[in-house]
């Protein structure tokens, strides 16, 4: 017996994920089906224009605690919005287009670009890049396995 092809993937709330466009291959992530957007922890982000274009430039630091693998990143603009955050407080976000790469499918991400030092993620995927064809699973962790063990040691607690 066959069985049916389905075209959503089933993830667990935390999952390892990549963002190939800015050199980032391995993030750890929180599905969030309560959040609109997906937020990526950004730091000295700066607005500039080149060639008449609205740009943002900034900081990213794949590993909590951990200044290692940081890449500057250069994106367009594509929106600003204001974000309530899990506090309640709200505040106006630069928002850019990433994709990412999920349980080995890519999709592209509204990210607002924010200050996670104290979450427990460096990245959150909210529910506008989900709806891409992902059920969430919130009793299941790390479905698409787990970054090589080699590069989650040698990030561990810094």
């Known amino acids: 017996m066959t069985e049916p092809i389905h075209s959503s993937t089933i993830a667990g709330w935390r999952e390892w994920v990549s ?5 980032v291959p391995w993030i750890k992530a929180k599905l969030d089906t309560g959040a609109r957007t997906s937020s990526l922890h950004a730091f000295d982000v700066e607005e500039i224009q080149r060639d008449g274009l609205d740009l943002v430039r900034f900081g990213v630091r794949p590993w909590q605690n951990s200044n290692d693998d940081a890449v500057v990143v250069e994106c367009p603009v594509h929106d600003r919005r204001h974000v309530r ?3 309640g407080h709200v505040d106006e976000r630069i928002v850019v287009l990433m994709d990412l790469v999920l349980l080995g499918r890519t999709v592209t991400a509204e990210m607002n670009l924010s200050n996670r030092d104290e ?3 460096r990245m959150l995927i909210g529910r506008e890049a989900l709806r891409q064809g992902f059920i969430v699973d919130a009793g299941e962790s790390f479905l ?5 063990r080699r590069t989650r040691r040698a990030n561990r607690g810094r």
């Open 19 to 23: 963002l190939p466009g800015i050199g």
């Open 85 to 87: 955050s899990s506090s």
């Open 119 to 121: 979450m427990g993620f």
């Open 144 to 148: 698409g396995g787990r970054a090589p």
